[in-house]
């Protein structure tokens, strides 16, 4: 059973940074895509950070470019995201999601691609 469990959201002032990770099982964690996305209230989820993994590949969209970096660690196996320079924008319930790779006519940076998803964890940017 693939599972996917984030941690450490929280609140955190205009201009902090937050590490978010993401605990994987059941699945070949080193051949999955894997991808960040965030929902605020009343929106529908958006990408912020995707990595493919076959070719080492990242999307950003231009929101998080610069600020954010994804990343992973095959041996533990976790996924994180590293968010700097936070807005208040970039508030809302951040989830990490994975899928095998295959044909689809979404791009694979965006949510219909992905099939397994995570809990998610709140992250609020606030003075």
């Known amino acids: 059973e693939v599972q996917l469990v984030e941690s450490g959201g929280g609140l955190v002032p205009p201009g902090g940074s937050l590490r978010l990770s993401c605990a994987a099982s059941g699945f070949d964690f080193d051949k999955y895509i894997l991808a960040w996305f965030r929902q605020g209230p009343g929106e529908e989820r958006a990408v912020v950070a995707a990595?493919?993994?076959?070719?080492?590949?990242?999307h950003y969209p231009d929101p998080t470019m610069g600020r954010f970096t994804i990343s992973r660690d095959n041996a533990r196996p976790t996924l994180y995201l590293q968010m700097n320079l936070l807005k208040p924008g970039d508030s809302g319930i951040y989830y990490c999601?994975?899928?095998?790779?295959?044909?689809?006519?979404?791009?694979?940076?965006?949510?219909?691609?992905?099939?397994?998803w995570g809990q998610g964890t709140q992250v609020t940017v606030s003075p």
């Open positions: 999601a994975a899928a095998p790779p295959h044909a689809a006519p979404h791009p694979w940076y965006s949510a219909p691609y992905y099939d397994h």
């Open positions: 990595l493919y993994t076959a070719t080492g590949m990242t």
